[in-house]
Nanobody
Framework: QVQLVESGGGLVQAGGSLRLSCAAS????????MGWFRQAPGKEREFVAA????????YYAGSVKGRFTISRDNTKNTVWLQMNDLKPEDTAVYYC???????????????WGQGTQVTVSS
């Protein structure tokens, strides 16, 4: 059974940085993608970033492009999300997810972590 475990969330002031980690276990990922999504109170879950396991192609939501960087280590089945210049509107629960296809659509992600809270104070 696939398990995804996120870590690295917390409270940070606006302009600060956080690095989220997502460790996957239960299978070896060699294709498809890993993605990060977030959900703020009262809002729908939204796409943040994704990276393909194969070529390492990255995708970003417009709201985070230039501030967030997604990376992965295939040998460790781990994905990171480096978040810089954080803004109060980045406050949300962040989820990592795994898909067998390369996509930015949450509907295609089969496995999800439990989420980690990121709070950015102004």
């Amino acid at each position: 059974q696939v398990q995804l475990v996120e870590s690295g969330g917390g409270l940070v002031q606006a302009g600060g940085s956080l690095r989220l980690s997502c460790a996957a276990s239960g299978r070896t990922f060699s294709s498809g993608a890993m993605g990060w999504f977030r959900q703020a109170p009262g809002k729908e879950r939204e796409f943040v970033a994704a990276i393909s396991w194969g070529a390492g192609v990255t995708y970003y939501a417009g709201s985070v492009k230039g501030r967030f960087t997604i990376s992965r280590d295939n040998t460790k089945n781990t994905v990171w999300l480096q978040m810089n210049d954080l803004k109060p509107e980045d406050t949300a629960v962040y989820y990592c997810a795994a898909s067998t296809v390369v996509t930015m659509s949450a509907a295609w992600y089969n496995y999800w972590g439990q989420g980690t809270q990121v709070t950015v104070s102004s």
